[in-house]
């Protein structure tokens, strides 16, 4: 039986737009879209701007293992020093020369970045011509710092996740309403490419210890699917969910970024009504894997 009655609270408003949420250090940490600030809050509401990124669309975040904050934007990996210098961490343009976005590391230090393929001003026609081609590609990039291409044809790759045994990533296939499932061998390596669940709108995604993930549907809602599709529990929103993470002292806290969304060609517009959320609720089942 679907679950429904989970009440939610606003944690923070007034955002151009949240997304990729990562849970560290006590707070969650997540790009402000339309700004170059990377913002963390704690559970009380309290933020503070602690990095700065891009100032546009289709960022991400995640640390390597040694606690250096990794930041996408355009066709390079960034790495923040501890002493507030910046360098690039790898130059994934021979990949793909577009925008890369979602990030996550896994548990051996493996960097997994994914690119649309595209440039975000052509959002809106390839929306309305789903006929082209996919080109959307997933990046490895190993921990001596060498990258190399391990997916490609993907129909807007979005959030991805890496189960805690490290052999399986999931991630978003936005574009179809799929979330895709790989295999991860032991340099890395994806294969085995499979439908995981369909018939959602994924976006930003997060794991829990049953193997279950927190995403999102075509009607405001935040959903938990298992593997194969069926939803155990469902959160009614009054606005799109674009991302989830499970945080909080017991990784029980889900955290979900909500936003308006005025359509893929009025992107300006939805960043300037600054009606941005993060919305929390207490779920049974703790977080799990990476990110």
Not at 75 to 93: F, I, Y
Not at 95 to 112: A, C
Not at 271 to 290: C, D, S, Y
Request: hydrophobic share 40%; with cysteine; glycine share 12%.
């Amino acid at each position: 039986m679907t679950r429904t009655n989970i009440k939610t609270r606003v944690l923070l408003d007034g955002l151009a737009m949240g997304e990729s949420p990562r849970w560290r250090a006590g707070r969650l940490w997540f790009p402000h879209w339309g700004t170059p600030e990377i913002i963390a809050v704690d559970l009380e509401g309290k933020a503070e701007v602690v990095a700065r990124g891009p100032a546009g669309l289709g960022h991400s975040i995640g640390w390597l293992p040694d606690g250096r904050l990794l930041v996408t934007g355009g066709p390079r990996l960034t790495r923040h020093e501890p002493d507030g210098s910046t360098a690039a961490h790898v130059d994934l343009s021979p990949i793909s020369p577009h925008v890369w976005s979602e990030l996550t590391v896994d548990g051996r230090g493996n960097i997994y970045v994914n690119s649309i393929g595209f440039d975000f001003t052509e959002m809106s026609e390839r929306v309305q011509d789903r006929s082209r081609p996919a080109t959307g590609v997933i990046a490895l990039v190993t921990p001596d710092g060498k990258a190399r291409k391990v997916a490609d044809g993907i129909a807007f790759p979005n959030g991805m996740v890496i189960t805690p045994d490290n052999r399986t990533l999931i991630v978003s296939e936005s574009f179809t309403g799929k979330l895709l499932a790989f295999d991860v061998a032991a340099d890395g390596t994806l294969s085995r490419r499979r439908v995981w669940a369909e018939g959602v709108a994924p976006d930003g995604i997060c794991l829990d210890a049953d193997g279950a993930i927190w995403t999102s549907t075509w009607q405001n809602e935040c959903v938990r699917v298992a593997e194969g599709g069926e939803v155990l529990d469902r959160i009614k929103l009054d606005r799109p969910c674009f991302a989830t993470m499970l945080g909080g002292p017991r990784r029980c806290t889900l955290f979900m970024m909500a936003n308006q969304f005025l359509g893929p060609d009025r992107f300006d517009e939805m960043l300037a009504m600054r009606a941005g959320q993060v919305l929390v609720a207490e779920v049974q089942t703790p977080g799990a894997g990476w990110p």
